[in-house]
């Protein structure tokens, strides 16, 4: 179906603007997933905060022009999916690594972060990173950890001190 030239400038924006606030893509073949499955997939991506797009890939190769999503365009042939995480880079990774387990037809192509290529085989990197609030608690942890030794070291003094003087005490008996 030809698509007027209207609705093509208004795809490529749409597909620039995302891509030039992306912090990920990640790319997958579709061909044999049912729109059933696509569904699913478009719900649980607005959850995480991920923005499927599927363009052509002629129109993609315009929209990601002058973008860190540029070195995707030697990957861009046939059907395919792009998935762009918004807030957390490993979202789109792991969404797309999860869907791909259950259904064997769906593909991944290849990822991009801070304007690299990676291949498929690459996803790990990507869908293993923590979450914001994963690292915020590690983060914390981390931070709570000297604090926490400094109280007991302070709070150890006092009974040092006691153990000490009971000691004295003691051998002062014994001489006595």
Known sequence: MAIRLEDKKAIVAEVNETAGTALSV???DYRG??????????????????RLKVVRNNLAKIAIRDTEFECIDEALVGPTILAFSMEDPGAGARLL????????????????VGGEFYSADQIDRLAKL???????????????????????????????????????????????
């Open 26 to 28: 990640v790319m997958a």
């Open 97 to 112: 690594k999860d869907f791909a387990k259950e259904k064997e037809v769906f593909e991944i192509k290849g990822l991009a």
């Open 33 to 50: 997933v049912t729109s059933g499955d696509m569904t699913a997939l478009r719900a649980k991506a607005r959850a995480e905060n991920v």
């Open 130 to 176: 923590p979450t914001l609030h994963e690292a915020l608690t590690k983060l914390a942890i981390v931070t709570q950890a000297p604090v926490t030794k400094l109280a007991r070291s302070l709070n150890d003094i006092p009974g040092r001190v006691t153990r000490v003087v009971a000691a004295v005490r003691d051998q002062k008996r014994e001489a006595a």
